[in-house]
C-alpha cells in the first residue's frame, strides 16, 4: 500500500490521559501535514512538517499539542492530558518534496479520537 | 486573515443534471486551487487541481479559475447519486510555508 497510512483508526482516551496519533506519508513524500476536523464542520489546518523540521505550526493550539516528523519512522501528533473537546477526526497528509505552492496533498484514512 | 468561503449548502440537484460548485478566496497571492471530495466518515480525496486562468476539464468535473475575480468552482457534468458528497475548496497560500486553507465545504445532493 503506496498510500498515506494513519494509526490507530480509532482511538478511545479518558479525560487527562495522553493520545499519540501516527502518520506514514505516502512513498517518495517528505512533507505532512495533520488537520482536525470537527463533526460537520471543515478541515482545520494544525501543522506542516517536514523531516526533522517544524515548517508552520500556526494552527496548534499553544498548550497540550505537539508534534515531531523525525528523521527515521513516521509523524506523531501528541495530545497530553485530552479533554472532551479534543474528541475529532484528525487527518494526515503529505506531499512531495521540493518548493513552489503547486504541491498536491494527499490524505491518510484518518484517525477518529473519542474522549469519554 | 486568509479565507476560503464557501456555500455550506445543501445543494441539490437531480440525476444527470450540473452541479456547479463556487469558491471565493481572499488573498489575491494565492497560486494553486484544490478540489476535494469527502464522502461521510471518510477522508477527503483529490478531485481536481488547478493554477492558471480559465478552465481545466478532467472527465465529468471542470474546475474554473478567475483570479482577477478571486473566484474558483467546480462543475460536476451528469451528476450521478454517488457524487452526493461533500465537496471542499483548498487554496495554497504563498506564506512561505505554503500553507493550505480548506473551506468548509458544500454539501451536494443527488437526488436518483
Known amino acids: 500500500n503506496a498510500g498515506v497510512m494513519q494509526n490507530p483508526r480509532h482511538l478511545v482516551r479518558r479525560r487527562g490521559q495522553e493520545a499519540r496519533l501516527r502518520c506514514s506519508p505516502m512513498?517518495?513524500?517528505?512533507?505532512v501535514y495533520w488537520y482536525r476536523q470537527l463533526p460537520e464542520e471543515g478541515l482545520k489546518f494544525m501543522v506542516y512538517?517536514?523531516?526533522?523540521?517544524?515548517?508552520?505550526e500556526s494552527g496548534m493550539p499553544k498548550e497540550r499539542f505537539s508534534a515531531e516528523f523525525p528523521k527515521e519512522g513516521p509523524s506523531i501528533l501528541r495530545i497530553q492530558q485530552v479533554v472532551r473537546g479534543d474528541s475529532a477526526a484528525y487527518f494526515c497528509?503529505?506531499?512531495?518534496?521540493?518548493?513552489?505552492?503547486?504541491?498536491?496533498?494527499?490524505f491518510g484514512p484518518g484517525t477518529r479520537l473519542t474522549v469519554l | 486573515q486568509k479565507e476560503v468561503e464557501q456555500n455550506s449548502g445543501p445543494l441539490s440537484v437531480p440525476e444527470g443534471a450540473i452541479a456547479s460548485l463556487n469558491c471565493t478566496y481572499s488573498?489575491?497571492?494565492?497560486?494553486?486551487f484544490f478540489w476535494y471530495r469527502q464522502y461521510s466518515g471518510k477522508s477527503p480525496e483529490l478531485i481536481m487541481f488547478?493554477?492558471?486562468?480559465g478552465d481545466k476539464e478532467d472527465g465529468r468535473f471542470t474546475a474554473q479559475l478567475n483570479k482577477a475575480s478571486q473566484y474558483v468552482s467546480l462543475l460536476i457534468r451528469d451528476s450521478q447519486p454517488s457524487d452526493s458528497a461533500t465537496y471542499l475548496c483548498?487554496?495554497?497560500?504563498?506564506?512561505?510555508?505554503?500553507?493550505?486553507?480548506f473551506g468548509a465545504g458544500t454539501r451536494l445532493f443527488v437526488k436518483a
Open positions: 497528509a503529505s506531499s512531495s518534496p521540493g518548493t513552489g505552492s503547486t504541491k498536491v496533498q494527499f
Open positions: 483548498a487554496v495554497n497560500f504563498n506564506t512561505g510555508g505554503f500553507k493550505t486553507i
Open positions: 488573498d489575491r497571492g494565492s497560486q494553486s
Open positions: 512513498k517518495g513524500h517528505s512533507h
Open positions: 512538517l517536514q523531516k526533522e523540521n517544524i515548517i508552520d
Open positions: 488547478i493554477y492558471s486562468n
